[in-house]
Every structure is written in C-alpha cells, then in structure tokens.
C-alpha cells in the first residue's frame, strides 16, 4: 500500500464521495467525508469520520482508517452528491428524485429533510437525475430526461425547468458563476446555460469536432472561471478555455477506459485530478518555465497564474492560467498514480487541502492525508 494512504473496505460499491467543506477561515483539514453506493441491493448515503477523536481504534484499525458515524438508507444507486453546507447533503437518485438529507451532529444522525420525488422523469417511467451542483441556496440538477432543474433548498418547488435542454443525457453540470452553469452531455458537447435568460436555448455550444464522444465529467477552475476540464469516454482529459472559439484547449490521454471524474485542487488549482473506469487515480501538476512553482511566483492569487512566452489570443496579458500555457512537452506537466495498482473502477474522487477520499467498486475506499500540493 503507497505510504499515506488507508483503504477501508465497505461491502459496497461506492459511487460518489465528498468531503464534508471546512470553513475557509480555519486551517484545519477535512476529517469528514461522505459516501454514495450504487449496484447494491440496499444503496447507502454514510458519513465517516477520520477525526482523531473518532471511536479509537481496535487493535486491527489504523489510525486514519475511516469509522463509520451513521448512515441512511438511499432509494436508488446514488448518482451523485454534493455537501449543501455543514449539515446538508444533496443526492441525486437513479429513481429520478433530489433528495436533501441532514446530518445531525448531536445525535450522529441522517435524516430525509427535503424530497423531489421524479424531479427527472419520462411520460410513462422515471429517469436518472445524474448530476447536482450546489450554490446554497440554490440547486441545480440534470438528468438522462435532458432536464435542467433549479431548486432551492427550504422551497418545495421548483424554481425552473428548462424542458429538452438536451435532447441526449446531461452527464454532469457544474457553476460557471451565480447566474451560468455548464453541462456536459453523452455527444460531446459543452453547453453553457444563463438563468438571466427566459428561454430554453443554450448561450454557448462547445464540442470536439466530429466526435460524439460522451462527455461524463466536468470541473470548473475555482479562480478562472473560464477555465474548464471535461473527462469522457475516451479517457481524454480536456482542459477549455470557453471564451476562445468553440475547441478544447488542449487535449491530454489521460486514461485508457471511461474518466468519471475530474477535480482542480479547490485552493492550488496548478493541482487536478482524476479518475477511471481502469482502476487508475490521477494527480496531474503543471509547473511553469521557471523552477519556482507557479503558485509561488508572486502578486495576489498566484496560485493560478504563471509566466508564459506566448500571449492569449484574447490579449496581451503576460499573466494566464498555467493550463493555458499548452505545450505539455516541455515537461511542464507531471501526471502521479495515487493508487496502487487496481482493476476495478475508480469512480469517485475529491481533494480538499491535503486530504484525498475516492471510492470504488471493489467495494474499497481509499484515503490519503498527505497529498503532495
């Protein structure tokens, strides 16, 4: 096993993870995490613990190992899920429903709080929800319907539906800022959607040319909000910049079966990752000209930008995103396996501070509390 990391074995696959946000103002690292399990016969949403204070460990149990805290049964595979806040979470179910639970830290409870029951849905059946974004208050759903949903927690309806905004499955939604989310779809488009706008039309359509890959992940750069990375069938790992024409920025073979996820490091974002069908968990670094890191190289925020020869086409700044930079041959990006080597899918990761939780189907987690960011 790679130093620093604890796998814990659960008796389910696993679908989603997320760590539990930490507030920005303290400097602690995340010790909570939650999980999704999907292609069981009773699905799961558990929180866990790797608190040093948890229930200590038996003789078999390593410090770090994940202990479990509660849990609550889950109607559907868990297609997704997202924290609201401390309290919330917000999953997105294969029976169709949004469903919001509480986590009660007194009594280390879950409950139901709020339900959408077919939130997605056909005439005559259900259809997958298979994506969530939070802005609390706010939520934002897509499903194989080619659905998007706007709720907002504490409201039993439905802020807006845009009908057949797709026409194919919506894989995955991400904020591009308060009032523009982004989908990806199964035919390889991009679409970015204004809910300043009344209609049910997209304001901007990406895609790779001619390929109707799916497209089944997609992250937003936490600084630039321009700045976007998708990961589909292929295994390619696509970095856009969607100011700049309707093309990928730059196209990477990242794995060799279908990428579920992809993640920029939320507070080092030269840091992303991601992981596969293959069994196999990225840790992909871009580093700049210089030998100093490019989150090192002075002025504010510096943790996105980094010197580059070649001007953006959109102007002459001398300032741009270090994904930006292309040109991955001059070694300016290092990629890491973070697991050992596996067969079964990785299909679920996060990274906050220097804590990494993913999740697979062989029915492991695996945690690693000292990422090298």
Request: glycine share 8%; net charge negative.
């Amino acid at each position: 096993m790679m130093e620093g990391i604890n796998a814990k074995y659960v008796s389910q696959k696993i679908s989603k993870t997320r760590w539990r946000p930490v507030s920005s103002s303290s400097l602690q690292q995340p010790d909570i995490f939650a999980t999704g399990s999907w292609d069981n016969e009773d699905n799961k949403i558990s929180i866990w613990s790797i608190g040093e204070n948890g229930i200590s460990g038996l003789d078999n149990e390593f410090e770090g190992d994940p202990q479990l805290v509660c849990e609550h049964k889950h109607n559907g595979d868990v297609l997704d899920l997202q924290f609201l806040d401390q309290d919330r979470i917000v999953t997105a179910s294969s029976t169709g429903a949004v469903i919001i639970f509480r986590h009660h830290h007194n009594s280390q409870t879950l409950s139901v709080s709020q339900l959408w029951e077919r939130a997605h849905h056909y005439p005559c059946d259900n259809a997958p929800c298979t994506g969530i974004v939070c802005n609390s208050p706010e939520i934002v759903t897509v499903g194989e319907d080619g659905r998007i949903i706007l709720f907002r927690a504490d409201q039993e309806g439905v802020l807006r539906t845009i009908e057949n905004a797709d026409s194919s499955t919506i894989h995955d939604v991400t904020f591009l800022r308060t009032t523009e989310i982004l989908t990806v779809n199964s035919i390889g488009q991009l679409k970015i959607w204004d809910f300043r706008q009344q209609g049910n039309e997209p304001s901007q359509i990406l895609s790779l040319t001619g390929d109707r890959v799916p497209l089944h992940c997609v992250d937003r750069h936490p600084n630039q909000q321009h700045i976007v990375a998708t990961g589909g069938q292929d295994g390619m790992l696509c970095i856009w910049d969607v100011r700049q024409g309707n093309m990928p920025f730059s196209l990477m073979e990242a794995h060799s079966a279908e990428m579920w996820e992809v993640h920029f490091h939320p507070s080092n974002p030269d840091h992303l990752f991601s992981c596969s069908e293959d069994g196999s968990l990225l840790h992909w670094e871009t580093s700049s000209n210089s030998d100093t890191p490019s989150f090192l190289q002075g002025g504010r925020n510096t943790s996105i930008v980094s010197r580059s020869a070649i001007a953006p086409a959109g102007g002459n700044q001398s300032l741009i995103s270090s994904w930006l930079t292309g040109d991955s041959s001059k070694g300016r990006l290092e990629t890491t396996h973070m697991l050992p080597s596996q067969t079964l899918s990785v299909n679920s990761l996060d990274v906050l501070g220097q804590c990494l939780v993913c999740g697979t189907d062989g029915e492991a987690i695996y945690v690693n509390r000292r990422v090298p960011i």
